[in-house]
């Protein structure tokens, strides 16, 4: 599958994954904000932005297929810094599982290791049906968008708002319901969490109701070599809405990396 990405910048490369119903566009902050010295390569995750949009469920073991193949086609062969929210984040952990020695440092955003309760994978495929039947993600996007960011984004700043919810409702359908399928059947990987040995950042907005940071905290206090960071005035989406904040505690993290 050949994905669309964005790859700007020269230098250590660092590949972000966004989140659902989402594209690259999310990381503009991070782009425009990382400044010289790194290579930010952003695709767009099957199935959502310029991507291809096939039939079926997309597991996160193939969206992570995915990215190796665009990492191949680039021929990226050195470790990259991998960070993934949400959606993007169980994407990483299927790339740590299946292809660890491509990745030298983690960034994890908003997301969470454990599986789908029987429930919440329930409320997916009702969700995915929903997609399919009204030709559009709307009823995704509207159930989504009010939990999506925090108070403090919604209060002010409501222009970050908009642009986010113009891309979402733009998803394909197919997609949408691709990737709420494949997300409803990932496996759990809180069990792998003890073995991720390389430097690890992990970032939560403060007011996050969907990865809450008591859910994260507890997660990144299973890996070793992790560090928290809990990002004020943004709830799930916090790169995006705090992009001062998190770039901060991004880069900090990238120089740490690299005095190495
Ligand atoms: C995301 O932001 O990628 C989604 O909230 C992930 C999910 O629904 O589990």
Redesign the pocket.
């Known amino acids: 599958m050949r994905l669309a990405y964005s790859d700007e910048g020269t230098g250590r490369p660092v590949v972000l994954l966004?989140?659902?119903?989402?594209s690259r566009a999310m990381w503009c902050e991070q782009i425009s904000g990382f400044g010289s010295g790194y290579r930010v390569i952003a695709p767009d995750l099957r199935g959502q932005g310029d991507s291809p949009t096939p039939d079926g469920v997309y597991t996160m073991d193939e969206l992570a297929g995915d990215v190796v193949e665009m990492l191949d086609s680039l021929k990226i062969v050195e470790p990259v810094v991998l960070g993934g929210?949400?959606?993007?984040?169980?994407v990483a952990f299927s790339i740590m599982a299946h292809y660890s020695s491509r990745v030298r440092g983690l960034i994890l955003m908003?997301?969470?290791a454990s599986a789908?309760t029987p429930e919440?994978a329930r409320d997916?495929e009702a969700s995915a049906q929903a997609v399919l039947d009204a030709n559009s993600a709307h009823p995704v996007v509207a159930k989504?968008l009010p939990r999506?960011f925090g108070k403090a984004t919604f209060d002010e700043h409501p222009e970050r708002v908009e642009p986010l919810r113009g891309l979402m409702e733009q998803s394909p359908p197919r997609g949408v319901a691709g990737a709420?399928r494949g997300?409803a059947v990932r496996p759990d990987r809180r069990p792998m969490l003890a073995e991720i040995s390389i430097p690890t950042l992990v970032l939560v907005g403060e007011e996050d109701v969907?990865?809450p940071p008591d859910e994260v905290k507890a997660m990144a206090g299973a890996i070793p070599n992790s560090r928290l960071v809990v990002i004020p005035k943004a709830g799930?989406?916090a790169p995006y809405e705090n992009p001062g904040a998190a770039n901060s505690a991004i880069l900090e993290f990238l120089q740490s990396l690299h005095a190495r």
Request: charged residues 15%.
């Open positions: 966004h989140g659902f119903p989402l929210l949400s959606m993007g984040g169980y908003d997301t969470r789908d919440v997916r989504m999506l709420l997300m969907i990865t799930h989406l």
